[in-house]
């Protein structure tokens, strides 16, 4: 039970370069999100996902795209990446929204040249 | 809006000792959830302890302990016992029935436990 898995863990772009992050969970969870972590802001909700084929913008959704075709699979994509965008980036699982764990991946740190 | 508020940056405690991390929220609801999370030098999220605002009881786990005040929207962590193993960022965190699925961070405190 790996549980929840990012790849890659690091990448440099250049700007304008685009790129997708992928991430996986082995626990049957419908509910999964990706976070971006920046100092002293805490992590914050760039897009989530409610279940299969599903998804919906979070706090700071603009310049990344999401896909949910699989239930196990939730991927970001950045299509033109900016410096802005130099972050580190966790995808979370969880069976149930809210009052349910929420299980976070390893991370990946992501820079923007 | 939910707004979660941690005003210690940064802390330290000698090994063996009691730290309490504070945390404080904004909200008009009145059924949510609170977490503290922990993030060692790996970067793994953790969850430490989770209440619900509708227990009174504050939630413990083995050395971790909270002091939640729900009118004063204060949610603090208690970490007995100290151990370097403990060394993290610790992360409040705040769900509300109508905040959607969106968990709400505080900004961080950076926990350093000296042997």
């Known amino acids: 039970n790996a549980g929840v898995t990012q790849t890659p863990k690091f990448r440099v772009l250049k700007t304008g370069q685009s790129m997708t992050l992928l991430c996986a969970q082995d626990?049957?969870?419908?509910?999964m999100y990706w976070y971006r972590q920046d100092p002293g802001m805490g992590l914050r909700l760039i897009h989530y996902?409610?279940?299969?084929?599903?998804?919906a913008k979070g706090e700071v959704p603009d310049g990344y795209n999401v896909s949910r075709l699989k239930k196990q699979n939730f991927l970001l994509g950045l299509e033109s990446a900016a410096p802005s965008q130099t972050s580190v980036y966790f995808c979370?699982?969880?069976?149930?929204?809210?009052?349910?764990?929420?299980?976070f991946g390893p991370g990946t740190r992501l820079t923007v040249t | 809006a939910q707004t979660v508020t941690q005003s210690q940056p940064e802390m330290s405690v000698q090994e063996a000792e009691t730290v309490t991390l504070s945390c404080t929220y904004d909200?008009?609801?009145?059924?949510?959830?609170l977490f503290w999370y922990k993030q060692p030098p790996s970067r793994q999220m953790i969850l430490v302890i989770r209440?619900?605002?509708?227990?009174?009881q504050n939630a413990t786990e083995n050395r971790f302990s909270v002091n939640f005040q729900k009118a004063a929207k204060s949610f603090s962590l208690k970490i007995s016992d100290s151990q370097l193993g403990d060394t993290a960022m610790y992360f409040c965190?705040?769900?509300?029935?109508?905040?959607?699925?969106?968990?709400?961070f505080g900004e961080g405190t950076q926990l350093t436990v000296n042997p």
């Open positions: 979370a699982s969880s069976y149930e929204e809210g009052i349910h764990e929420q299980y």
């Open positions: 626990m049957n969870h419908e509910y």
């Open positions: 996902s409610v279940g299969e084929g599903t998804t």
């Open positions: 909200t008009s609801e009145n059924n949510y959830y």
């Open positions: 209440q619900e605002a509708y227990k009174q």
């Open positions: 965190a705040f769900w509300g029935g109508t905040s959607g699925s969106r968990l709400t």
